[in-house]
């Protein structure tokens, strides 16, 4: 009996990539998804809840939540700002290749 070789997900994605639409879009989530993450992290460095982070910039908890998230395609430039200053941090972008 011959034996099927299972694919892994780096495979499959390595793959997948080869796909210039799914490659498209695959990057514009993994940036949305590591920009939350950078959120997270800043967020609990700077030892606040989603609720007192909120509370500094006046939003609601959900809103934190939502940009914390995957799904944060609302975000904007303004909304970075007000955390960055609630923070004591500055807002670094870069456009890289």
Not at 41 to 70: V, Y
Request: a positive charge; one cysteine or more.
């Amino acid at each position: 009996m011959k034996k099927m070789k299972t694919r892994n997900f780096q495979d499959r994605l390595k793959e997948e990539l080869k796909n210039k639409n799914f490659a498209a879009e695959f990057k514009k989530e993994y940036d949305l998804a590591k920009l939350g993450i950078a959120l997270v992290e800043l967020r609990a460095a700077k030892g606040l809840s989603q609720q007192q982070l909120a509370k500094k910039i006046h939003t609601s908890q959900q809103a934190i939540s939502r940009l914390e998230s995957a799904e944060n395609a609302g975000c904007n430039i303004s909304t970075l700002i007000k955390i960055a200053e609630a923070t004591g941090t500055h807002l670094k972008l870069s456009f890289t290749k």
